[in-house]
């Protein structure tokens, strides 16, 4: 059977496991879909949230733990022969790869050889650029290439639900994809691509009050910063100080801390206090601030009082509005406990 792929690169298959469902939402308008996901889908949903450029920009850790997610998928296997499904037709928004530089968009002309496998010939690319509303063609010579333009995916994976789907290609990339991602998915891609951040932000936070999310508490942990709606100035400890870069690490006990990476090992530390005034909202009190290096701190006399208002927040993402109506996005950046 043939068939034409596009950005061929972008798909792959996941198989579902036979574990409870867990229920996600996904604004559409005013109206609220459910997407649903096992537990061990949900454990992969959860570890590529934060990971940004499609598997560019990640750390060892969140890579780890991807891989360990995927192999877990893998192993309790999912629809049978996910290539004769229909399930697996449709649009697909690649989510990771292992192999992020390779992300380009390619149509392949592409056949089914068995229930897992798919054999493809690619014979168009382009570039994709922010700046231009149009796709630039990469004049390959395809044709001349030969065996090289040949390969092939097999899908290891495909979901019950066919909206999640793991594929292998022959140089060895792991390929995550979906067909619907779901607000906080949607919220960081907006985030790396620059465009529709406001509106993915008010999307998730009427999801919040569709769904009745109960008042939302500062969780412990690190948060890395991944966006606000201020713009930087120039001086980078004044944008330290207000939480404008960096991680902020917030304790049980009532500690919070901002902390940045300056240069040469050299951080900026500023740590505080926070107590709850109201549903969803804390005064925040940030007095102790020094540059550290190694064992060494270099005490500096700044002082920072503000408002934090929580207007979503779960165990993996938060986004919260501070002094001056200033948004902020931060994804949990160590392990949940």
């Known amino acids: 059977m043939a068939l034409k792929l596009v950005n061929l690169g972008f798909h792959s298959s996941i198989p579902c496991s036979p574990r409870p469902l867990k229920d996600r939402f996904v604004l559409r308008s005013s109206k609220v879909e459910q997407i649903s996901f ?13 990971i940004q450029g499609r598997g560019r920009s990640s750390s060892r850790q969140q ?12 192993r309790l296997g999912g629809v049978p022969d996910p290539t004769k499904s229909n399930l697996i037709e449709g649009r697909w928004q690649l ?19 068995d229930g897992k496998r798919i054999l493809f010939r690619f014979d168009r690319a382009a570039f994709s650029f922010k700046f231009l509303p149009f796709k630039v063609p990469y004049p390959v010579p395809f044709r001349l290439l030969g065996d090289e333009a040949k390969g092939w995916l097999d899908t290891t994976y495909l979901s019950s639900s066919g909206n999640l789907r793991i594929s292998r290609g022959n140089k060895g990339t792991t390929f995550v994809l979906q067909k619907q991602t779901e607000p906080r998915q949607r919220l960081l891609t907006a985030i790396s691509s620059g465009k529709g951040i406001k509106e993915a932000i008010d999307e998730l936070i009427s999801l919040k009050q569709n769904t009745g999310q ?22 980078w400890i ?31 530390s500023m740590s505080g206090n926070f107590v709850k005034t109201g549903s969803g ?15 060494f701190g270099y005490p500096l006399e700044l002082k ?25 996005v931060h994804v949990r950046t160590d392990a949940l406990r």
Do not use: C, H
Not at 250 to 266: A, H, P, Y
Not at 286 to 292: G, K, S, T, Y
Not at 304 to 325: P, Q
């Open 304 to 328: 920072n009082n503000f408002i934090l208002e929580l207007l979503y927040s779960d165990e993996k993402l938060r986004v919260s509005r501070g002094n001056n109506s200033i948004l902020f």
């Open 281 to 295: 909202v804390y005064g925040v009190t940030m007095d102790d601030a020094a540059i550290i290096g190694g064992p």
């Open 63 to 74: 890579l780890n733990a991807v891989e360990r997610a995927v192999q877990v998928l893998e």
């Open 238 to 268: 004044e944008n330290a100080v207000n939480g404008l870069m960096g991680k902020q690490i917030i304790r049980k006990n009532g500690r919070i801390k901002f902390l940045v990476d300056i240069l040469l090992g050299l951080k900026f």
């Open 38 to 50: 096992t537990e061990s889908e949900n454990s992969l949903i959860e570890a590529l949230l934060g």
């Open 95 to 113: 989510i990771f790869t292992t192999r992020p530089g390779t992300a380009s968009p390619i149509q392949a002309a592409a056949s089914i050889e």
């Open 214 to 235: 109960e008042d939302p508490e500062l969780e412990e942990g690190e948060w890395q910063m991944m966006w606000n709606s201020q713009t930087v100035t120039d001086s």
